[in-house]
């Protein structure tokens, strides 16, 4: 369990997280929602410790990640940011490979290269393997960065709108995967996702921020209500349901 504790993030004049408290639970799928600017990639930041919390605390497994070194960290999760800076000339193949850098201390071995062959394999990146990063689409690109995240092979997988530029298809088959990670490896997956269809129908647990605080958070069917997801983005949503699946109503 990922597990934070009167979390505050920014000058307490105007903070950019105020007195956060959520738990997200261990090998299950968690949609951390919310409007721009809620605070979404600043809380999955702290949680990666690529910043520091003015005050609060935050625990995996038990671990105070506030006392890890960055050693423990990259063996505990992964992180794939919102925004991707590219080192222009590296191949798709060697990117993943760094993935494999806190098993392999730089040296791929034959279980590493079976890892990368698989995330090849998985995220469709077979005929991109030799390219250059700064040469992919925007959505070729993430996909590389993915599939990097996932050999690192870590109990936790933190994405940062993994959806962004996938197109459907990539993007029904990237919530399959990150479905099958958790139920076949017990992986905790957070993925910060804007489209409620992909969170409602695919996640177990939701964390929804709005202005920095937490609005709600919850197993999906109980916390995801039309109202609270009304609410939240300022703006009527429907649930219904379609082929078994609940459907958010909230284009027209
Ligand atoms: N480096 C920074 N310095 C100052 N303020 C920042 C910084 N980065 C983000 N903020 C502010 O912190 C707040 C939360 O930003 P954050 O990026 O966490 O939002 P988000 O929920 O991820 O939004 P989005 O859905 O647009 O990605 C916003 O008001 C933003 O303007
Ligand atoms: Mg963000």
């Keep these: 369990m990922i597990q934070v504790s009167n979390l505050s993030f920014g000058p307490a004049a105007n903070p950019i997280l105020q007195g956060i408290d959520a738990e997200i639970p261990a090998g299950r799928v968690t949609a951390l929602i919310g409007p721009n600017g809620a605070g979404k990639s600043t809380l999955l930041k ?27 960290l990259a063996c505990k999760m992964a992180v794939v940011a919102q925004h991707l800076s590219v080192a222009s000339r590296v191949r798709v193949r060697d990117l993943i490979g760094f993935g494999r850098w806190p098993h392999s201390a730089g040296r791929l071995g034959v279980a590493d290269h079976a890892a990368i062959a698989n995330a090849v394999e998985l995220f469709d990146l077979g005929d991109l393997q030799t390219r250059f990063l700064d040469e992919l689409s925007g959505g070729q ?27 459907l298809h990539h993007a029904r088959n990237l919530m399959a995967q990150l479905r099958h990670l958790t139920e076949l490896q017990g992986r905790g997956i957070v993925i910060v ?25 919850g197993p999906v069917a109980a916390a995801a209500t039309a109202e609270r997801l009304s609410a939240l983005y300022q703006t009527p949503v429907a649930i219904t349901r379609l082929g078994g699946q609940p459907f958010a109503q909230y284009h027209r």
Excluded: C
């Design 193 to 217: 996702v804007h489209d409620l269809n992909y969170a409602i129908s695919w996640s177990d647990h939701v964390v929804a921020l709005r202005d920095g605080k937490v609005a709600f958070q």
């Design 141 to 167: 690109r993430q996909r590389a960065f993915i599939a990097m995240a996932y050999v690192q092979d870590t109990d936790w997988l933190l994405l940062d709108e993994p959806l962004n530029n996938l197109d």
């Design 46 to 72: 702290l949680i990666a410790r690529q910043l520091t919390a003015s005050s609060g605390r935050i625990r995996m497994d038990g671990m105070d990640l506030a006392q890890t070194v960055p050693a423990q």
